[in-house]
């Protein structure tokens, strides 16, 4: 390799020092390494996949405001319950057949007994991650008893939070 460089302008270069190659491993120590590298891997997505299944498993509950004291709910209103676009209400609406009343212009308007339906089907989908005919075959086959374990989550969940608020008072 020579010292020097002489560029088309007349400029001499001096090359910086490369460094050597590394030596090979033997196989054995390259599928150890690979091996050690992938556990650390592995283990920072487990640590990630974690944090991330700790934030959706927070269930969701309704407001405590909400008591469907209405008869009827408009789609916005629903949707606003849930934080998801109407659309959503929409597709889950016609996916589920759900019989909605409907106004002479067309909007949609859902009784409190069908937003509990929704908010089954929203548990499933969101929440617990099945598929829209995942969620259809579970509704099914179990239709009463989710809506109702749901509803009575939902409720265990009110009181201890109430029985959190009175102990913390009392302290």
């Not at 590394?22 to 944090?51: F, G, L, N, W, Y």
């Not at 089907?121 to 617990?128: A, C, D, G, S, T």
Request: hydrophobic letters at 35%; glycine letters at 4%; proline letters at 4%.
């Amino acid at each position: 390799m020579s010292e020097h460089i002489v560029t088309l302008f007349g400029e001499v270069i001096k090359p910086e020092p490369v460094a050597p190659l590394p030596k090979p491993r033997s196989k054995k120590k390259q599928d150890e390494s690979k091996t050690e590298e992938i556990a650390e891997t592995a283990a920072e997505v487990d640590a990630a996949t974690k944090d991330t299944v700790a934030e959706e498993k927070k269930e969701f509950d309704l407001p405590e405001e909400w008591e469907g004291d209405k008869k009827y709910y408009s789609i916005g209103e629903v949707s606003d319950l849930f934080k998801v676009k109407t659309s959503h209400i929409r597709f889950w609406t016609n996916e589920f057949k759900l019989k909605v009343r409907t106004t002479r212009k067309g909007d949609r308007l859902y009784t409190p007994e069908q937003i509990r339906e929704i908010k089954a089907i929203y548990h499933l989908v969101k929440e617990r991650g099945f598929t829209i005919s995942g969620a259809k075959a579970k509704l099914k086959a179990e239709n009463k008893r989710d809506v109702e374990t749901i509803d009575l989550n939902q409720s265990l969940t009110e009181l201890r939070n109430k029985l959190i608020a009175i102990r913390n008072q009392l302290v």
